[in-house]
């Protein structure tokens, strides 16, 4: 992993699920059909909400994943057929700068 890659191309994608097992069921999906490098899981996420009008509060799953800006389609599309959410969140966010060996790796992935 010695070369140079552009910083540029690089996002993280933050999705959030109901519970741990989807988390790393769709994590290590992802992971194993190299559309992201990896995956962060964060358990025990508040969240506070609207839904249908009401207030609501929940613990949920936070997962971050690393990839390169051309692989957020089918990520989106892999992460929209599996997961159990109607509305899950799914955002892309530009990497803007990073240690170049860990971009490296990530663009070897």
Not at 24 to 41: D, F, G, K, P, T
Not at 60 to 67: D, G, H, N, P
């Given at each position: 992993?010695?070369?140079?890659?552009?910083?540029?191309?690089?996002?993280?994608?933050?999705?959030?699920?109901?519970?741990?097992?989807?988390a790393?069921?769709?994590?290590?999906?992802?992971?194993?059909?190299?559309?992201?490098?990896?995956?962060?899981?964060i358990?025990?996420?508040?969240?506070?909400?609207?839904?249908?009008?009401?207030?609501?509060?929940?613990k949920?799953?936070?997962?971050?994943?690393?990839?390169r800006?051309?692989k957020?389609?089918?990520?989106?599309?892999?992460?929209?057929?599996?997961?159990?959410?109607?509305?899950?969140?799914?955002?892309?966010?530009?990497?803007?700068?990073?240690?170049?060996?860990?971009?490296?790796?990530?663009?070897?992935?």
């Open positions: 992993m010695d070369r140079f890659v552009s910083k540029k191309g690089f996002i993280q994608i933050y999705w959030t699920c109901g519970n741990i097992e989807e790393r069921e769709i994590s290590r999906y992802l992971v194993q059909n190299h559309l992201v490098a990896c995956a962060n899981i358990p025990k996420v508040e969240s506070i909400y609207l839904w249908k009008e009401k207030l609501e509060t929940g949920e799953v936070k997962v971050i994943f690393k990839t800006e051309e957020f389609e089918a990520v989106k599309e892999a992460i929209l057929a599996r997961c159990s959410y109607d509305v899950p969140e799914i955002l892309q966010v530009p990497i803007t700068d990073g240690h170049q060996p860990y971009l490296n790796w990530v663009a070897s992935v």
